[in-house]
C-alpha cells in the first residue's frame, strides 16, 4: 500500500517579524475602520504581551516605529523581536517619538485610543 502524502501548507506568517498594522502612517482611521483592523489583528490569535487589547498593541506599535523604548518589560520584550524594530539603532522616550510622528499617525492613536478606553 502506498502511503498518501499531506500537501505542504504554507507555514502562517510569524509575528515575530510582521507587524500589527502595516499601513499605521499612510492609512487615516475612522472608528469603522480601525474596528476592522482591531478585528483583523484579534483574528490572527495573537497574544498581547500582559493582556493588552489588540488596540493598545497597535498604538505602542506606532510608537515603537518610531524607536519607542517601553518601560514596560513584557512590551519591550514584544517589539524586541521584532526585526523591524531591531533595526531601529537609536531607541528614544515615548514622549520623543510622538514628537516624530506624523499628523495622520497622531489622529490614528486618538481613534484608538478612544475605543481602547471605550471598549476594552
Known sequence: TEIEEEPETKPKKSIKNSYLWADSSKKKLTESSAF???EKVENKGY???GDRS???MIINELYAK???KFKDKEVQKFFNSKSWYKKIKKKVSTDKAF???SGLEKKNIEILD???KEYY
Open 36 to 38: 476592522d483592523i482591531i
Open 114 to 116: 478612544k475605543i481602547d
Open 99 to 101: 514628537s516624530k510622528m
Open 54 to 56: 489588540a488596540a493598545r
Open 47 to 49: 497574544t498581547m504581551p
Open 66 to 68: 518610531h524607536g519607542a
